[in-house]
Nanobody, 126 residues
Framework: QIQLEESGGGSVEAGGSLTLSCAAS????????LSWFRQAPGKERQGVAA????????LYAGSVQGRFFISQDNAKNMLYLQMNSLKPEDTAMYYC???????????????????WGQGTQVTVST
């Protein structure tokens, strides 16, 4: 069993930065991916960034490539998302998620993730 809890959301002006944190309890070492997703009102949940736990590879959605950076601290069992050059279209609820079972689809498909945090709101104003 894995429990995830996000923090670090808030309101920021366009061009600003925020760092989201996700505290994980339970053993995440057997996961395939630890990922960040976001969901804006009226829109589907979309993958933002992921770390492949077994190979250390980082993956990003095209819309955040070069602006967002995912990292983890294994000793602290923490997952982070550094978000730079924020845009109003980045406004959403952000979730961290863990995929433990073998992936059935792209890491960006939220339906296959078994564990989710409760989310943290990010609002970017013009």
């Amino acid at each position: 069993q894995i429990q995830l809890e996000e923090s670090g959301g808030g309101s920021v002006e366009a061009g600003g930065s925020l760092t989201l944190s996700c505290a994980a309890s339970g053993y995440t070492g057997r996961s395939y991916y630890l990922s960040w997703f976001r969901q804006a009102p009226g829109k589907e949940r979309q993958g933002v960034a992921a770390i492949g736990i077994r190979n250390g590879r980082t993956l990003y959605a095209g819309s955040v490539q070069g602006r967002f950076f995912i990292s983890q601290d294994n000793a602290k069992n923490m997952l982070y998302l550094q978000m730079n050059s924020l845009k109003p279209e980045d406004t959403a609820m952000y979730y961290c998620a863990a995929l433990v079972s073998a992936p059935r689809a792209s890491w960006m498909d939220p339906a296959q993730y078994e564990y989710w945090g409760q989310g943290t709101q990010v609002t970017v104003s013009t």
